[in-house]
C-alpha cells in the first residue's frame, strides 16, 4: 500500500464508508462524519484530487479512482480482520474494539494479515456482519457477495420483515446510537421488522420497537430473503 498520511487515509476510508452505506459521497457529507469545516474538507479533498486518489464529477460527486479505492479496500480490510483478532482470540466485546482497529488499520503490515486470515477461520466478515473487502489482494479467496440492504431503502410505509445482517462503520462510529440499539436487543442476527418513513424508520423485534434517523438507519443493512451464509 502506498505511505501517506493518516488523514489521507481516513479521508478514503470514509468515501468508501459512504460508498458502503449507499450514500453519495460528497463534501458536506464528509464533513458530516469527520466533524470538519466544509472549507478543511474542500481544500483536503482538492490536495487528494491533485493525487490522484479521487475525481470530482461535473455534479460535484468525490469518486475514488482506482488507486484511491485500492488503498481504501485494504484499510478497511486491516480494520475489519484486526475487528475480528480483538473479539475471536484476544476475547474483548464487539462493540469495544472500533476505535482500537481504526488505529491498527494505520499500522497493520500485508504480512500480518496474511497470517491473521488463516488463525481466524478465514472470515468473510467483521464482527459486524460487514464483508472483509480485498482478501485476493493478500492472496485468498474474495468473501461472498453480502445482499442485504439498508433500512432506508425498504418500500416506504410498508412493513418488511428480515434478518438484521450488517452495522456499518457509520452505527459503529456513533457509540451512543449503537450502545442505545444494543441496549434494545437490536443487532444483527436478530429478525426484526422495519418500516421506512420519510425522515426516520421504525425496526420492531419480538422485544421492543425504536426509530431511527434515516442518517443512523441507513447504517442498519437487512436481509428480507433470510439467505444462510
Request: charged share 25%; proline share 6%.
Amino acid at each position: 500500500m502506498i505511505e501517506m498520511s493518516s488523514a489521507t487515509e481516513r479521508y478514503l476510508r470514509t468515501i468508501f464508508d459512504l460508498d458502503e452505506d449507499h450514500v453519495t459521497p460528497r463534501r458536506a457529507r464528509i464533513s458530516a462524519r469527520l466533524g470538519h469545516s466544509k472549507s478543511a474538507v474542500s481544500q483536503k479533498i482538492e490536495r487528494m484530487r491533485l493525487g490522484g486518489l479521487v475525481q470530482m464529477t461535473d455534479d460535484q460527486r468525490i469518486v475514488l479512482t482506482d488507486a484511491g479505492h485500492r488503498t481504501a479496500v485494504a484499510l478497511t480490510r486491516k480494520h475489519r480482520l484486526a475487528e475480528r483478532m480483538l473479539v475471536d482470540i484476544i476475547g474483548m466485546r464487539r462493540a469495544d474494539v472500533h476505535q482500537i482497529a481504526t488505529r491498527w488499520e494505520h499500522v497493520m503490515d500485508d504480512d500480518v494479515e496474511r497470517h491473521l486470515v488463516p488463525l481466524l477461520g478465514y472470515p468473510a466478515t467483521d464482527p459486524w456482519g460487514n464483508p472483509i473487502p480485498g482478501l485476493e489482494q493478500i492472496g485468498f479467496n474474495t468473501a461472498p457477495k453480502n445482499f442485504s440492504t439498508p433500512v432506508p431503502e425498504l418500500p416506504l410505509g410498508i412493513p418488511t420483515s428480515g434478518v438484521i445482517r450488517r452495522f456499518t462503520e457509520h452505527m459503529q462510529n456513533d457509540r451512543d446510537a449503537l450502545a442505545g440499539l444494543l441496549a434494545e436487543g437490536i443487532e444483527p442476527g436478530m429478525e426484526v421488522t422495519v418500516t421506512p418513513k420519510r425522515r426516520s424508520v421504525l425496526l420492531a423485534t419480538s422485544r421492543s420497537t425504536a426509530e431511527l434517523p434515516t442518517s443512523i438507519a441507513c447504517a442498519i443493512h437487512v436481509d428480507t430473503a433470510r439467505r444462510h451464509y
